[in-house]
């Protein structure tokens, strides 16, 4: 039996007094995922993605492990949120507008202690001080650097459009209105190379694309370090209590580790490792999260359909973005029809042995967004789910 055959019969098992939909993460997968992340991670603390997992209980859970502290959010009012259920230190990722989570963040003592929010424009800080409502509680900043590799005298770019903050005087400018605008903290300084962590650099099939990745990557890094290590000087110049500088993603923790000038790197698909991480040569992790549809008909010799399944990641559009067939091995979309709002056909030899009622099983191409589909994780060990939790949407909670 191979090692996915096996993992086929243990979820079939665990979960056979459960109808499908449904979705597991087999928690042997997500502690060695987190093993590894640490492993990589070289001594830094981790800062846990809180959109790549979605759910409370299991980010208690990577937060209890040595290795990790901290929580890097998507909204405020998930960082609002979390910080009321007890998560101390909430590293808010992205600017935002919320003017009504920004009044109970400026009056609210605990809530602005545990929460850190990230600005890139004067007007952010403008927005958050308009939005006070009288509240005057010190609101802890997080300043964020734009990491795109730029060539050919800047004609070319290549990395994700964020902060329009690139060199160390932008930085230190920005730095500088924080520190004299009463109100505010500066506790840190952020870089997301999405270039380098989220871009998968041994694609199956494509040897050129892979090497070309690869080579633009190694230019990348080189050129993010030497800039990071700049602006982090300058920064630190003008802040001289700065309290950490955050970088890196799940596909570049060794990378950014490995720079003086990050102290803690942030990561949360590597707990999951979805369909896109399987793309990667620097590191290999164990698929932790997956959902299961059901076999609603038998269309034809080497056919089923399985209810839903049009499950899309973001992003630009394309295959690579769908939930990949995975249990049991052997099955593939319809190119007709493809993964469906409703139903998927599904076409390969294994379709054949399937009864109606009995379950498939699918990676997600990321990883917390195949949260927003369900609104429980059942928690496998060996072949027994021994606990179910709610999702974020389980909670109610739906933020984007």
Not at 206 to 232: G, K, W
Not at 347 to 364: C, N, Q
Request: aromatic share 6%.
């Amino acid at each position: 039996m191979t090692p996915r055959a096996a993992d086929l019969a243990r979820y079939d098992r665990a979960t056979a007094a459960l109808d499908a939909p449904l979705a597991v993460v087999d928690l042997e997968a997500f502690d060695a995922n987190a093993d590894d992340l640490v492993r990589r991670a070289a001594g830094k603390p981790i800062r846990v993605a809180s959109k790549s997992v979605r759910c409370r209980a299991l980010l208690e859970r990577v937060l209890a492990r040595d290795g990790f502290a901290g929580i890097m959010s998507f909204t405020l009012a998930e960082s609002l949120w979390l910080a009321r259920a007890g998560f101390e230190d909430v590293l808010l990722a992205y600017p935002s507008a919320d003017r009504a989570g920004f009044a109970e963040l400026a009056r609210d003592p605990k809530l602005a202690a545990a929460v850190t929010v990230t600005v890139d424009d004067v007007a952010q800080l403008d927005l958050i001080d308009a939005a006070r409502a009288g509240g005057a509680e010190e609101v802890r900043v997080c300043l964020e650097m734009d990491t795109a590799l730029r060539l050919l005298g800047g004609r070319v770019r290549i990395g994700a459009r964020r902060s329009p903050l690139r060199t160390p005087p932008q930085l230190a400018e920005l730095a500088r209105s924080v520190i004299r605008r009463p109100g505010f903290r500066l506790a840190g300084l952020m870089a997301y190379e999405g270039h380098v962590a989220g871009v998968g650099d041994a694609v199956s099939g494509r040897p050129l694309r892979s090497r070309a990745v690869r080579a633009m990557q190694a230019v990348a890094r080189r050129e993010l370090a030497e800039r990071r290590a700049a602006v982090v000087g300058a920064v630190r110049a003008v802040a001289p209590d700065l309290e950490f500088v955050n970088g890196g993603g799940t596909g570049s923790v060794q990378h950014t580790a490995a720079e003086a000038a990050v102290t803690e790197i942030a990561a949360g698909s590597g707990l999951y490792v979805p369909r896109l991480f399987d793309d990667y040569s620097s590191f290999s992790g164990r698929p932790a999260a997956l959902f299961a549809q059901p076999v609603v008909r038998r269309p034809g010799v080497g056919v089923v359909a399985v209810l839903g399944g049009g499950y899309p990641a973001s992003g630009a559009a394309g295959c690579d973005r769908l939930p990949v067939p995975y249990l049991p091995e052997g099955l593939r979309y319809d190119p007709r029809e493809g993964a469906g709002e409703v139903q998927t056909p599904l076409l390969g030899s294994p379709a054949d042995d399937l009864r109606i009622g009995d379950k498939v099983w699918f990676r997600h191409a990321k990883a917390g967004e195949l949260c927003e589909r369900f609104e429980a994780l059942h928690l496998v060990e060996g072949d027994r789910v021994v606990d179910t939790v709610p999702t974020y949407r389980g909670e109610g909670r739906t933020f984007l």
